[in-house]
């Protein structure tokens, strides 16, 4: 029992089943635990609590699973707004037929109600960080606010805009780090070295160390793009990032299906400052051939990290079912149905997803001291019973609803399947409005083209 | 307005998106349709209805997808009492050293309990028919009538057992088909080639020829078993399967991923009457090598549908799942992202799995006539808008938990979440007790033996 006068915590969490390890390639579980919160941080996770905490607000999880909020580490927020619109194409038409020439039509408030519908969906599934690169970043941070999710912010830019392009990612980055309490972190964003001029992405890696942020950009997305940089100029994507300063600068690469054997040196070297995205449903649905190479990434050193890309390709932005997805393949890929087990799966969802964005130790992991993002899941479904495994129950049998609460910061975002911060109905009149004549490509324009890299 | 003396309906669906047709590769959705349902039987989809429908029963369908109930063409039902039980582990040692020593436990309440929550799981994620394939069948009726779902149920057995597996089977099959006010059918059910005698196969085929019913079993069920039977026999198992007079008997064939291109001809001799059953996510687990060879199963028009096999080895008994990974991965198999359109995923999910189970025309389809199996879906949540594409939306979006109602011959079984044949409390309660004692593998015995074949 707490004493009279124990200090009193904002928030506790009583009898969760706490992920309290997942090195290791195992997951362990605590149960009966008392996860307690204070002015957005762990306090305790206290495994043998005596008695009740004293704390403002106490959510009893009996029944639940407590883990650390997943990590989206890239996506493209706003793109929910081209959800379907181009299904069952390959990239290159993609690119080009559709999603370019649908961004002509993307303005500011389009990328608020986007981001903030992103937002909605995320904190559905449990994703309480995403790592988001697009444009209009002030609408995206202002959905972050309004959401109360944390997020690292890029500002895409290409180097066909001029100058401009890489001074307004920079701008971006250094008015926004830190804001929201904290929650917005921001990184330099140049899209990808095939759209991107090596002196821009110089510029990209000497903003970065000067603000002390990372780069985050498309590289090596797939086979066809590291045979093409090869072909045209004798080095891989990954050499490009090496060669310009971005590895050494630090960097978030989405999404590296191209990395081949001779880049696991190059991002071995920098593997405290470098990590990589996979988001495999997409990749899969594009066709990409071979897929990230995790396993020789992860004995590397280098961190790989989950994520879901936008929703124009990946449907969703749901975590879960990426890290499922993963799980699975990943067996059948090195063909040992013993490697990547769900503990696996469920440590690069929390300390090796926050590795990728740089923030191991401050989220994705329940820890003191550590950010309070923490999600409780529900595994009393059919679906997931009976609780031989809790851990391959989270990796496979899981839905996105048993996620039942989601908390940021020490902040409830969603109680009990109920979203707090905001309001379904407005944002859906007001996003479907914007999504009818978002696909418009009578215009004849097009921000980008993708076939002369 | 329907006229005071229109016949009256038992149940009408109004206001819904329906799926009327999945031909082609293109799903067509009508809106605004009416369904109205009599006795058991779809009596009309009316896609300009005009007024009210006179039915005993209207469901206001507004905002959701009406679609044909989903089909699992190949479960063993029970196995969710291993759901997690043997996890991260190759094929041999899942049947050696976990499943067929645990399933010396397995008694006749065990399999209904298992059953019974596979059908509340199965009924709340939308499948309103499957095929099951276990042991004590009369228990797996027994769960189907509780339940209210359609099923195909054939009584396991291999050779091992001697002359009373083979008669068991057929003496099931003869005295079920038909029950339930015909929603239960049969199958005989010999285990694999590998584990049942090329004289049971024949007597397995002449028996289900002789009561109109099918094979069901297991064939190449990877390359491994393929390349030993060609060792040790010099044909594959879909040749033994043409030999003994079961593919000309009529076969579900689970689950095929060894299937060579000489075993096309084979089954495409028979594809009227020969079917294979395809679930993805439990052979990645098991890092099964190629898979289902379906593109070229679909040229040569052998009907190809989804299944989820069992928890223990798939987790979930989730046929949106696996439509959606098999439609991932067959554009990555045959590295074109414009094969497999959601229309053909949704095609397969219907007509496709009805023909793997014989029974095309009768579900599968909402169509005059055919048995009333319906689902409603409901795409308004975040992660399905907005809705440029309906089709993606089932195929890439949607959760378990959007399917809001389901419809069995007519009998709504679960209405807006909530499930009307079965108790939640009571089987959870009595199945979790059984499922503490059935993964006890101290007494040392086994079943069967996986590494001689």
Chains 1, 2 share one sequence.
Not at 198 to 221: F, Q, S, Y
Not at 226 to 245: E, F, H, Q, W, Y
Not at 249 to 258: K, Y
Not at 341 to 363: D, E, F, R
């Amino acid at each position: 029992m707490a004493s009279p006068d124990s200090p009193v915590a904002d928030l506790a969490i009583v009898n969760c089943t706490a992920l309290i390890d997942t090195s290791a390639g195992r997951a362990r579980f605590a149960p009966d635990t008392t996860i307690t919160i204070d002015q957005g941080r762990f306090v305790s996770i206290d495994t043998h609590p005596e008695g009740a905490p004293a704390a403002r607000e106490v959510i009893d999880a009996r029944g639940m699973v407590a883990m650390p909020g997943l990590i989206n580490t890239h996506c493209h927020a706003a793109m929910t707004l081209f959800r379907g619109a181009a299904e069952d194409v390959a990239v290159t038409n993609w690119f080009n037929d559709y999603i370019w020439p649908m961004e002509v039509n993307v303005g500011e408030r389009d990328v608020y109600l986007g981001t903030l519908l992103a937002a909605a969906e995320m904190i559905e599934c449990g994703v309480t960080t995403f790592a988001d690169h697009y444009f209009f970043m002030e609408q995206a941070a202002a959905a972050v606010m309004t959401s109360g999710l944390r997020a690292n912010l890029g500002s895409a830019f290409f180097s066909s805009q001029g100058p401009v392009g890489l001074a307004a990612s920079v701008a971006f980055a250094e008015e926004w780090n830190g804001r929201a309490d904290g929650r917005i972190t921001t990184s330099i964003a140049p899209h990808a070295p095939y759209t991107v001029s090596d002196d821009d992405l110089v510029g990209a890696a000497e903003a970065a160390t000067r603000l002390g942020v990372k780069v985050h950009t498309h590289a090596a997305e797939d086979i066809v793009q590291t045979n093409k940089s090869l072909a045209s100029r004798g080095i891989t994507p990954i050499d490009v990032l090496d060669r310009t300063g971005v590895l050494e600068a630090g960097c978030i690469v989405a999404h590296g299906n191209g990395i081949v054997p001779g880049d696991i040196p190059l991002l071995a070297k920098w593997r405290d400052r470098v990590g990589v995205t996979h988001g495999p449903k997409g990749y899969l649905k594009f066709a990409l051939g071979p897929l990230t190479p995790i396993m020789d990434l992860t004995a590397a050193g280098v961190p790989v990290g989950y994520c879901t890309d936008g929703a124009a390709s990946n449907n969703t932005l749901d975590i879960l079912e990426n890290m499922r997805v993963t799980a699975c393949l990943q067996k059948q890929i090195v063909d040992d149905a013993t490697w990547f087990t769900s503990g696996t799966a469920l440590h690069m969802a929390g300390p090796g997803s926050a590795a990728v964005l740089g923030m191991k130790g401050q989220i994705g992991e329940l820890r003191q001291g550590a950010a309070a993002d923490v999600i409780l899941v529900d595994l009393s479904g059919f679906h997931c019973q009976p609780l031989h495994d809790i851990a391959a129950a989270l990796a496979y049998s899981v839905q996105p609803t048993d996620v039942r609460t989601t908390i940021v910061d020490g902040r409830v975002l969603m109680r009990d399947r109920e979203l707090l911060t905001i309001d379904r109905t407005s944002l859906l009149a007001e996003f479907r409005e914007r999504a009818r004549w978002i696909t418009d490509r009578s215009h004849g324009r097009t921000i980008q083209d993708y076939t002369a890299h």
